[in-house]
């Protein structure tokens, strides 16, 4: 694998996981998407005003983006999503003894 081929992850991973929790569309075709999109973005704005612009522009709106998650998104109760199961006592030594192998 090329070394230049992981340049462009960085600022368009995070377009297209957040266009996923927008878009009402597939998962993957919003990364696939914000991918494309944020690669385009990148590039016309280095070109337009230098190699750091985007990662400026991107990085501040990555930045807001995950402030504005911050307080919108609930923790869920912990356990909420998984099964109950009855609690067993731990066996004594004597009943571990009678265990063959």
Do not use: N
Not at 62 to 88: D, N
């Amino acid at each position: 694998m090329p070394k230049e081929s992981g340049k462009g992850r960085p600022g368009s991973t995070p377009i297209g996981e957040s266009l996923g929790a927008l878009a009402p569309v597939d998962r993957y075709t919003s990364v696939y998407l914000g991918t494309a999109g944020g690669a385009v973005l990148a590039g016309r704005l280095a070109r337009r005003f230098g190699w750091r612009c985007p990662f400026y522009v991107l990085g501040l709106a990555g930045a807001a983006y995950a402030l504005v998650l911050g307080f919108l998104l609930v923790e869920p109760v912990r356990g909420q999503s998984e099964e109950t199961k009855p609690v067993h006592a731990d066996p004594t030594l004597p009943e571990t003894s009678s265990i063959k192998a």
